[in-house]
């Protein structure tokens, strides 16, 4: 057996009703973060009781659902995406989980709504969305966080490709995200780390 299967065997079966979104996002495909990556966001949020995050990329909830399960009871969610058919999939899970009141849907593109947000002192901000896009979601975002808030960013791997010797035939995606990195891990506002966690998960905690 291999690691990930070990840890995943001895930890406790998910929410049901995020099983059924994980089913239904692969039946869909739906891409949604590694398990791992929605466990881990999970406990961030218990452990800092967060109560105010914002999420850029929203698609059928299965990181909001995560997230939402595991808030204090005052807490809000920001979730983040234009596309309206999946965020309707997103906003009928949160309502079966009776979490439709602690999360606010916003059909915009983020870098239409990131320079005006009238939200600050979050405790996290979780970037999921474009990823050619990314450099520009930090920027706008650290300021929105509390100092000792969270940036947490998925994708940083990229599905094995940032790692892989550069080519003149990488997406854009691929150049975007190793890029970042470099801007992510080297942003004097952040003590910043990458954990080779799902598909590579930026942690960043706001320190100016
Ligand atoms: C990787 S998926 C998000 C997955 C989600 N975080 C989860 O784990 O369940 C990326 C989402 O970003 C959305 N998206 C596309 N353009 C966007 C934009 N300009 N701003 C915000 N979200 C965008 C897409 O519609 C897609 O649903």
Same mark, same amino acid.
Request: glycine fraction near 8%.
């Given at each position: 057996?291999?690691?990930?299967?070990?840890?995943?065997?001895?930890?406790?079966?998910?929410?049901? @009703?995020?099983?059924?979104?994980?089913?239904?996002?692969?039946?869909?495909?739906?891409?949604?973060?590694?398990?791992?990556?929605?466990?881990?966001?999970?406990?961030?949020?218990?452990?800092?009781?967060?109560?105010?995050?914002?999420?850029?990329?929203?698609?059928?909830?299965?990181?909001? @659902?995560?997230?939402?399960? +595991?808030?204090?009871?005052?807490?809000?969610?920001?979730?983040?995406?234009? *596309?309206?058919?999946?965020? $309707?999939? !997103?906003?009928?899970?949160?309502?079966?989980?009776?979490?439709?009141?602690?999360? *606010?849907?916003?059909?915009?593109? +983020?870098?239409?709504?990131?320079?005006?947000?009238?939200?600050?002192?979050?405790?996290?901000?979780?970037? *999921?969305?474009?990823?050619?896009?990314?450099?520009?979601?930090?920027?706008?975002?650290?300021?929105?966080?509390?100092?000792?808030?969270?940036?947490?960013?998925?994708?940083? @791997?990229?599905?094995?490709? !940032?790692? $892989?010797?550069?080519?003149?035939?990488?997406?854009?995606?691929?150049? +975007?995200?190793? !890029?970042?990195?470099?801007?992510?891990?080297?942003?004097?506002?952040?003590? $910043?780390?990458?954990?080779?966690?799902?598909?590579?998960?930026?942690?960043?905690?706001?320190?100016?």
């Amino acid at each position: 057996m291999g690691e990930l299967e070990y840890l995943e065997r001895i930890q406790h079966e998910p929410h049901p @009703l995020v099983l059924e979104l994980e089913q239904l996002g692969q039946r869909d495909g739906i891409p949604i973060v590694a398990r791992s990556t929605g466990r881990f966001l999970s406990t961030l949020v218990h452990a800092m009781q967060a109560n105010r995050i914002l999420e850029l990329g929203t698609a059928y909830g299965y990181s909001t @659902l995560w997230m939402a399960l +595991a808030l204090p009871p005052a807490g809000r969610i920001w979730t983040v995406d234009p *596309d309206r058919g999946r965020t $309707a999939i !997103a906003a009928r899970f949160l309502a079966r989980a009776g979490k439709a009141q602690a999360v *606010d849907i916003v059909n915009q593109p +983020a870098l239409d709504i990131l320079p005006t947000f009238p939200q600050r002192n979050l405790d996290i901000v979780f970037i *999921d969305a474009v990823k050619t896009e990314y450099e520009a979601y930090l920027e706008l975002a650290v300021p929105l966080l509390k100092r000792s808030g969270l940036v947490i960013v998925d994708n940083l @791997l990229w599905h094995g490709q !940032a790692a $892989a010797d550069p080519s003149p035939a990488d997406s854009a995606e691929t150049k +975007a995200i190793r !890029a970042f990195n470099r801007v992510f891990l080297s942003d004097s506002r952040l003590d $910043a780390t990458i954990l080779p966690l799902g598909d590579g998960t930026g942690v960043g905690a706001r320190v100016l």
